[in-house]
């Protein structure tokens, strides 16, 4: 149990469908995180939250919209995705302030467009 | 290793030896560097981290060197075993716009024979 839940697992979806990625962490922390994990690139950070605020947005496609409702939730909304979208996507957290300090993963969504 | 599937680099290791696995890192202004393990199907994990200030730190059966000048990291198993076959990588937390970004290397991953 890592303190960090992502739903669901594993999504296969069309290109032309909505669908949406939930991360929730369980450790009061105040910053999440997504990243994609491809086969063609290493961990690629993709958006930041702290205290609900995005500070980054790593030059993601708009087809990719986060939304970061409370400290604790974390979604990412996929819309007319491409098949190059498919990836494991990893949701982080961890606390900002006091000094640095890991983040903390979930098990990541398996995403396959088709 | 699967959920990465990049020509990562290979480190394979005798069970019951000792495994180096090394990193470079480009951001001078980074002050805090941690390895991760990540498993086939899992998100990454955290095995221990360092901050600039340090060159050396020590867990169990793991110690990572931290050599600033010329910017490289390194993770050592001590009496490595099946377990620890895996995806290892480094991440320097890299300070930004009042937050903090993790920055992930491309990983190695380490086989352990038997």
């Known amino acids: 149990e890592t303190g960090v839940t992502q739903t669901p697992r594993h999504l296969v979806m069309g290109m032309t469908n909505k669908k949406s990625l939930k991360c929730e962490q369980h450790?009061?922390?105040?910053?999440m995180y997504w990243y994609k994990q491809s086969a063609k690139k290493p961990l690629e950070l993709m958006f930041v939250y702290n205290f609900k605020e995005q500070t980054e947005n790593n030059s993601v496609p708009s087809r990719f919209s986060p939304e970061c409702p409370n400290s604790s939730h974390l979604f990412l909304h996929l819309h007319t995705l491409q098949p190059e979208d498919s990836a494991l996507y990893l949701c982080a957290s961890s606390q900002i302030g006091g000094g640095n300090t890991e983040a903390f993963f979930g098990q990541g969504t398996r995403l396959t467009v088709v | 290793g699967e959920s990465v599937g990049l020509h990562l680099p290979t480190l394979s290791v005798q069970e019951g030896d000792n495994s180096i696995i090394n990193c470079a890192y480009s951001?001078?202004?980074?002050?805090?560097f941690i390895w991760y393990k990540q498993e086939s199907g899992k998100g990454p994990q955290f095995i221990i981290d360092i901050r600039s200030n340090m060159d050396k730190r020590q867990g169990q059966r793991v110690t990572v060197l931290l050599n600033k000048t010329v910017k490289h990291l390194s993770l050592q198993i001590a009496a490595t075993q099946p377990g620890d076959s895996a995806v290892y990588f480094c991440a320097e937390n890299k300070p930004y716009s009042g937050t903090y970004k993790y920055i992930f290397g491309t990983g190695t991953r380490l086989k352990v024979l038997a």
């Open positions: 450790l009061g922390h105040n910053a």
């Open positions: 951001n001078s202004a980074s002050d805090y």
